[in-house]
């Protein structure tokens, strides 16, 4: 799966007006705010480098998240924290199905696979 880059995915729209260019980026973007809206999602997890660069102040909205956009159809995969207490497959589910849907409606495209990786639990204080 291709890691996020300035790569842009091309949409004809129905109308006939032109063409709608989308960066794999904007598309992860949208990922990782689905995701993090599901209750249990305590963030999202990036690399060891991303997560240095995030200390020094620069964030990054697509943390732990990488797209991969052929034609109009999207492949995402996904790191996720969870938070401790909270059943590992039904909010899987749940951002499996948030994550969808937000790029579908947001974007045009048709997601095809949704696949997380569960990297750690965390407990709340």
């Known amino acids: 799966?291709?890691?996020e880059s300035t790569h842009t995915s091309t949409i004809v729209l129905e109308g006939g007006y032109g063409e709608?260019?989308?960066a794999d980026e904007v598309?992860?973007?949208?990922?990782?705010?689905?995701?993090?809206?599901v209750e249990?999602?305590?963030s999202m997890a990036g690399n060891a480098t991303r997560d240095l660069i995030e200390k020094?102040?620069?964030k990054s909205l697509t943390k732990?998240?990488?797209?991969?956009?052929e034609d109009t159809e999207v492949r995402v995969a996904m790191n996720v924290n969870l938070k401790y207490g909270y059943n590992v497959p039904d909010t899987c589910s749940e951002i499996q199905e948030k994550v969808k849907t937000a790029i579908e409606t947001m974007?045009?495209?048709?997601?095809?696979?949704?696949?997380?990786?569960?990297?750690?639990?965390?407990?709340?204080?």
């Open 20 to 22: 709608v260019k989308i």
């Open 56 to 58: 020094l102040g620069v």
């Open 64 to 69: 732990g998240v990488r797209v991969q956009v």
């Open 1 to 3: 799966m291709a890691n």
């Open 27 to 37: 598309v992860a973007i949208i990922a990782g705010l689905a995701a993090s809206e």
């Open 107 to 125: 974007t045009g495209l048709t997601v095809t696979e949704v696949n997380i990786k569960i990297v750690n639990v965390v407990m709340e204080s």
């Open 40 to 42: 249990g999602v305590s």
